[in-house]
């Protein structure tokens, strides 16, 4: 399974960027899928995540409020709609898929795939 992130870009604080993620295959048992952000020299963290089934999503506190998740599990397609970006907001944004619940994935655990990064820079 190949997991292709896109979106990224430059663009202003203030501004508005949306990242898609698609899964080039069925993921058999997929149940949540997220976004993980590194910043350079910094650790990978957590953004964001949905679950298919029950239907949840869930933020890091640093996003909440300005960044939405949504997704299509048909197309096993998630986005990341980003809004009012900070230059903290600068990194690059992964995707990832996993058979674990949301609450799993949240704490950073339980990945089974790993997409392609696509990077975001905010530009003060």
């Known amino acids: 399974v190949q997991l292709q992130a896109s979106g990224g870009g430059l663009v202003q604080a203030g501004g508005s960027l949306r990242l898609s993620c698609a899964a080039s295959a069925r993921t058999y048992r997929i149940s949540t899928m997220a976004w993980f952000r590194q910043a350079s020299g910094e650790d990978r963290e957590f953004v964001s995540a949905?679950?298919?089934?029950?239907?949840?999503?869930t933020y890091s506190d640093s996003v909440k409020g300005r960044f939405t998740t949504s997704g299509d599990s048909a197309k096993n397609t998630i986005y990341l709609q980003m809004n009012s970006l900070k230059p903290e907001d600068t990194a690059t944004y992964y995707c990832?898929?996993?058979?674990?619940?949301?609450?799993?994935?949240?704490?950073?655990?339980?990945?089974?795939?790993w997409g392609s990064g696509t990077l975001v820079t905010v530009s003060s």
């Open positions: 949905i679950s298919w089934r029950p239907s949840l999503t």
């Open positions: 990832i898929a996993s058979r674990s619940p949301l609450s799993v994935v949240a704490k950073g655990a339980g990945v089974n795939y």
